[in-house]
């Protein structure tokens, strides 16, 4: 059981490029989230997701895209990468029946 | 606006203290509050979850929850160095389906 897994660990990209991190969890959680954390500051979420095929916007959402199409995967996609997103992006899940999210180990995003 | 507020410190307390961690949020009708606790470099890890009003009490740690006044704490006895990280306060707010986390207290505890 690996739990909630963020690739990749790191990744520099310039302005104006596009990536997606990748989040799967193997809990079989129906609740998945993105969160950005900059210096100093807490979490904010972007998008989450209560299942397949349903996601919703988050307090920070813009320049950000996601998809659900199985339970287990919930990519995060950037389409043109802005120094403003440099930040370091969690992953996380929960069942239905309780809030208690359980993270994975992040990926720390430059751009330049 | 659904708010959750920390101090954000630095904290520091000698090794064996007892170390108070503070939290307000402003949504009277939350029903779960969690305490997670990250390393420099790492995610958040969760330490203690709490529900009803009171204490709750977890080895070294404690978490209080005052629901009137709208306030939940996390009390760390016989702190030792190795407490020293960032905890993070989060709550559960009506009609989310999401946790609001506060900012983080960084906590340091000086052998």
């Known amino acids: 059981n690996a739990g909630v897994t963020q690739t990749p660990k790191f990744r520099i990209l310039k302005i104006g490029q596009s990536m997606t991190l990748q989040c799967a969890q193997d809990?079989?959680?129906?609740?998945m989230y993105w969160y950005r954390q900059d210096p100093g500051m807490g979490l904010k979420l972007i998008y989450y997701?209560?299942?397949?095929?349903?996601?919703d916007k988050g307090e920070v959402p813009n320049g950000y895209n996601v998809s659900r199409s199985t339970t287990e995967d919930f990519p995060l996609r950037l389409e043109l990468a802005a120094p403003s997103q440099t930040s370091v992006y969690f992953c996380?899940?929960?069942?239905?029946?309780?809030?208690?999210?359980?993270f994975g180990p992040g990926t720390r995003l430059t751009v330049l | 606006q659904k708010e959750v507020e920390q101090n954000s410190g630095p904290l520091s307390v000698p090794e064996g203290a007892i170390a108070s961690l503070n939290c307000t949020y402003s949504?009277?009708?939350?029903?779960?509050f969690f305490w997670y606790r990250q390393y420099s470099g790492k995610s958040p890890e969760l330490i203690m979850s709490?529900?009803?009003?009171g204490d709750k009490e977890d080895g070294r740690f404690t978490a209080q929850l005052n629901k009137a006044s709208q306030y939940v704490s996390l009390l760390i006895r016989d702190s030792q160095p190795s407490d020293s990280a960032t905890y993070l306060c989060?709550?559960?707010?009506?009609?989310?389906?999401?946790?609001?986390f506060g900012t983080g207290t960084r906590l340091t505890v000086i052998p």
């Open positions: 989060a709550v559960n707010m009506a009609g989310a389906n999401n946790l609001f």
């Open positions: 709490i529900y009803s009003n």
């Open positions: 809990m079989n959680h129906n609740y």
């Open positions: 949504d009277r009708v939350s029903q779960s």
């Open positions: 997701s209560v299942g397949a095929g349903i996601t």
């Open positions: 996380a899940s929960r069942t239905y029946t309780t809030d208690t999210q359980y």
